[in-house]
C-alpha cells in the first residue's frame, strides 16, 4: 500500500520542483516588461502564426 501512496506524493514534489525551478529561471532572465511593451504590437497572435489580412 505504501507504494500507491508514493507515487502521487513524488509527482506533486517533481511538478512543484519543476514550476518553481522555471519560475526562477524566468526571473533570473533579465525579463523587462518596459521592453516588452515596447514591441507589444508585433508580439500578437497574428504576427506570431503568419495570419496576414490583405486590404
Known sequence: MKSKLLLPKLA?????????????????????TDRYHMYQDERHWYNVVGFYIDD
Not at 14 to 32: H, K, R
Open 12 to 32: 506533486t514534489y517533481l511538478i512543484g520542483a519543476g514550476v518553481i525551478l522555471m519560475m526562477l529561471g524566468y526571473a533570473l532572465s533579465g525579463f523587462s
